[in-house]
C-alpha cells in the first residue's frame, strides 16, 4: 500500500446557482434553435447565457472541468436543471465537442426539455416542479444525501453562500488538514438579480439543517459577476487557501476569525509602512517569529487546554506591541 492509498477522497463542489428574478424563474420552453445555422436563438432569456458563463467558471485548463467540482445545480421556483460535470464531460468527449458554448451547455439541456432521445448518457436532468415537488423538498433531499454520505465517513458537508454581509476569508496559502475534514461544499450563489431575502431564509433553514456548517462568506473587492466570483474561489482552491481559511474560521467561530484576520492584516501593514529596505524588513520578520514561537512556548506551558487558534491571536497581539 502506497503512503496516499488510505487519504480520503478530494472534497467535492456543488454549485447551486439561484436564478429567480422573474416569478416562474427559467423557462426552457423559450429556448429555441436557429433553422438556418442551429444555434441557439436568444439565449439572454431569463439569464440563461449567465448559467452558462458560470458552468465555463468550472473549467480548468487541460481538463474540460474540475475535477474537485461534482455537480452543477441550476435551481429556479419551478424548473431545476442539473449537470453531472464528469458524465457531461464524458459526453462531450464521446462527440467530439469540447467548447462549452451556450449551443452546447444550454442546447443539451434544452433538448432534455424537449424529450429528443439520446444516444448517449449526458449527465444533464431537467425536473419540471409543481406543488408537490418543490424546489425546497428537492433542496432537503439532495443536500440531506451530502450530508449524511459525509457523516457515515467521519467528515463533514459544509454551505458556503457567497452574499455580501459574510465574512471575507483571509486567504492564505497553507498546507491542512481540510481535505480530510471537509469531504463536501455546497456552493451557494445567486444569479445577476441575486437571492431575495425571504429565499435566502428558507434556503438557510433548509441548509443549515442538511449540513454541518453553514458560513456566509464575501470575496474582496466587491460585488461581482456570479461567474467570475466562482472563478475567484476555485483560483483560491488552486492555491490552497480556499479549504484551510474554512477550517479556521469554522474552528475559531465569527468573533474570533475576524479578530484574528484583522490582526494578521494590521500586522502586515505595520511591517510594510514601519521599514524601508528589504532587510530592515526581513529582520524584524525575523525578531516577530522568534516573539511569536517563544509566546506560543510560554502559553503552552501554562496552559494544556490552549488551542492554535488562540496560540496565533496571543502571538499576533503580542508582535503588534513589539512594533
Not at 464524458?90 to 444516444?119: F, R
Request: net charge positive; aromatic share 8%; charged share 25%.
Amino acid at each position: 500500500m502506497g503512503p496516499y492509498d488510505a487519504m480520503p477522497p478530494r472534497t467535492k463542489f456543488y454549485v447551486f446557482y439561484w436564478e429567480g428574478k422573474d416569478h416562474d424563474g427559467i423557462d426552457l420552453s423559450s429556448l429555441k434553435s436557429c433553422s438556418s445555422c442551429g444555434k441557439l436563438r436568444d439565449p439572454w432569456r431569463f439569464r440563461l447565457d449567465n448559467v452558462q458563463a458560470c458552468l465555463r467558471s468550472c473549467t480548468k485548463e487541460g481538463e474540460i472541468f474540475r475535477e474537485e467540482v461534482a455537480e452543477f445545480w441550476c435551481v429556479s421556483p419551478w424548473t431545476i436543471v442539473s449537470y453531472n460535470l464528469p458524465k457531461f464531460a464524458a459526453y462531450l468527449s464521446k462527440k467530439g465537442t469540447k467548447a462549452l458554448t451556450e449551443n452546447v451547455v444550454l442546447g443539451t439541456a434544452m433538448s432534455i426539455y424537449q424529450g429528443t432521445p439520446q444516444k448517449l448518457e449526458p449527465g444533464v436532468s431537467v425536473q419540471n416542479l409543481g406543488y408537490e415537488v418543490t424546489w425546497q423538498n428537492w433542496l432537503w433531499w439532495r443536500a440531506g444525501v451530502l450530508k449524511s454520505r459525509a457523516q457515515k465517513n467521519g467528515r463533514k458537508c459544509v454551505v458556503m453562500h457567497l452574499d455580501g454581509s459574510g465574512d471575507e476569508l483571509l486567504n492564505h496559502p497553507k498546507p491542512s488538514s481540510a481535505e480530510q475534514d471537509i469531504e463536501s461544499v455546497i456552493l451557494l450563489l445567486g444569479g445577476p438579480d441575486g437571492i431575495k431575502p425571504g429565499v435566502a431564509r428558507e434556503m438557510h433553514n433548509i441548509l443549515s439543517q442538511k449540513s454541518h456548517a453553514y458560513l456566509k462568506v464575501r470575496l474582496p473587492g466587491g460585488k461581482q459577476h456570479s461567474n467570475v466570483a466562482i472563478g475567484d474561489l476555485f483560483m483560491a482552491h488552486d492555491r490552497g487557501s480556499l479549504l484551510h481559511d474554512v477550517q479556521q474560521r469554522l474552528k475559531m467561530g465569527k468573533e474570533k476569525y475576524a479578530e484574528f484576520k484583522d490582526g494578521v492584516s494590521t500586522l502586515m501593514d505595520l511591517i510594510a509602512d514601519s521599514y524601508e529596505n528589504h532587510e530592515e524588513a526581513m529582520q524584524m520578520l525575523q525578531k516577530l517569529k522568534a516573539v511569536a514561537a517563544g509566546q506560543r512556548h510560554a502559553d503552552g506551558d501554562n496552559s494544556q487546554k490552549l488551542t492554535p487558534e488562540k496560540a496565533a491571536l496571543s502571538s499576533i497581539k503580542l508582535s503588534q506591541q513589539q512594533l
